[in-house]
């Protein structure tokens, strides 16, 4: 693999969240400029709250810098200071992806659900997830993203699951779903075709109900977007039972792709292994 080369004329585009120095993006996007010899950069920003997030927009209307990833906290934000939608970050509330137009625009996009997508193509290609009710835990932003997607890849019936009953009701209205009370969640999982979490449950430190996978069909997928531990007690009750998984790390890599071909005009190269490289960062 030949160096990363960044000169006077690099295109630059990066990430912004608070924290952000636990970010991957960087490592991956910057191991795909490398591979492909694109002369860019791809640099992590931490503003230190929404004010200063937006004052970080205004400095970049123009297009000297050509893009960012948004991340927590900021994604309903940057949705709510673009000029423009893509009707995926309409639909979800919330933009991961931004691009400075060189007339002062700035458009919004979400990829999220893109990644979603991309990681049950990839990890769980026998699961058709048009042909039964998919389960959605959480109602936060990547609930959100996921109910989305979910929904304009023809699933007939989202039920959405959390422990804030008032926010699953309001995102289940969203997409013409259902809503349930974490403890119905058995209700929810039967005879469900996948399940995603899209809770914080599973990160270090976050404790959750049991999700009563007892519950579900065992040809039910089960994937986690939690993926710091890329192994969580989620996927590995579902492996013990026999399930499809999905993890974290698969959708990570899918919103990339799409956001790097938007920052530098060139999907990523083939020749990295997007899982290989997060692995050895994680490690
Ligand atoms: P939000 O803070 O917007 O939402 C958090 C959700 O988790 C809410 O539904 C909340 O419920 C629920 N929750 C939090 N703690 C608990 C608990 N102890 N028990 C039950 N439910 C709980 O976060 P995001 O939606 O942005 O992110 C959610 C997860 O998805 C994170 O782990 C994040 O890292 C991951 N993620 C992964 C991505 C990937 O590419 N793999 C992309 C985006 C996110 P309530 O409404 O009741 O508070």
């Not at 690099?10 to 010899?37: K, M, R, Y």
């Not at 990160?203 to 977007?225: K, S």
């Amino acid at each position: 693999m030949t160096g990363l080369r960044t000169t006077g004329a690099a295109v630059v585009a990066g990430v912004v969240g608070n924290p952000i120095a636990h970010s991957l993006s960087p490592t991956l996007h910057n191991a795909w400029l490398a591979a492909a010899e694109i002369d860019g950069a791809y640099v992590p920003f931490a503003p230190g709250d929404e004010v200063a997030f937006e004052r970080l927009l205004e400095g970049f209307r123009g297009g000297v810098v050509r893009g960012v990833n948004v991340t927590l906290p900021f994604k309903v934000a940057a949705l709510s200071r673009a000029n423009g939608a893509d009707p995926t970050a309409r639909a979800a509330g919330a933009a991961n992806l931004l691009l400075f137009e060189p007339d002062g625009r700035i458009e919004a996009r979400n990829t999220d659900g893109t990644g979603l997508l991309a990681a049950f193509a990839e990890q769980a290609p026998g699961v058709d997830l048009a042909t039964g009710p998919v389960v959605v835990l959480g109602a936060g932003g990547a609930a959100q993203g996921a109910a989305v997607a979910l929904r304009d890849a023809g699933s007939p019936l989202i039920r959405i699951v959390n422990r804030t009953m008032a926010r699953a009701e309001a995102l289940a209205l969203r997409v013409a779903g259902e809503a349930y009370e974490i403890d119905a969640c058995a209700q929810a999982f039967d005879g469900a075709v996948a399940i995603v979490n899209a809770t914080s449950v599973g990160l270090p430190g976050v404790e959750g109900p049991p999700w009563p996978l007892d519950a579900a069909p065992q040809t039910a997928a089960v994937m986690d977007m939690v993926y710091r531990p890329l192994e969580t007690p989620l996927l590995s009750a579902a492996r013990a039972r026999g399930m499809p998984t999905v993890d974290g790390l698969a959708m990570l890599i899918g919103q990339a792709r799409p956001s790097f071909e938007a920052f530098y005009g060139q999907p990523p190269p083939a020749s990295v292994d997007a899982r290989v490289v997060l692995s050895e960062a994680m490690a």
